[in-house]
């Protein structure tokens, strides 16, 4: 089993930076792609980025340059350095990754409890 906790969220102006970080623990496993997605009221989950273990990255049309995603694959933990950011951007932000736990072929995917990010004009 993997667990997925976020760390990073919090309450900044716009124009300013947050940065989100999401470790992974549990024994027994191996993690391809890691990254975030948010989820603001009355919308749905959309993608904000992803990173694979090999560091090919792929971010959200929203996203425009304004986030980068980083991993550390010794620490299990995946970074979502986040600025200038919107009043737009507010959303509860959530981690994901995809798993192979040992002894099995499958990938399994886990979410964390995610992170409030909120953004005042």
């Known amino acids: 089993q993997v667990q997925l906790v976020e760390s990073g969220g919090g309450l900044v102006q716009a124009g300013g930076s947050l940065r989100l970080s999401c470790e992974a623990s549990?024994?027994?496993?191996?993690?391809?792609?890691m990254g975030w997605y948010r989820q603001a009221p009355g919308k749905q989950r959309e993608l904000v980025a992803w990173?694979?273990?090999?560091?090919?990255?792929n971010y959200g049309d929203f996203v425009k340059g304004r986030f980068t995603i980083s991993r550390d694959n010794a620490k299990n933990t995946v970074y979502l350095q986040m600025n200038s950011l919107k009043p737009e951007d507010t959303a509860l932000y959530y981690c994901?990754?995809?798993?192979?736990?040992?002894?099995?072929?499958?990938?399994?995917?886990?979410w964390g409890q995610g992170t409030q990010v909120t953004v005042s004009s």
């Open positions: 990173i694979a273990s090999v560091g090919t990255t």
């Open positions: 549990g024994s027994g496993f191996r993690i391809s792609t």
């Open positions: 994901h990754a995809a798993a192979t736990l040992s002894g099995t072929v499958g990938v399994s995917f886990y």
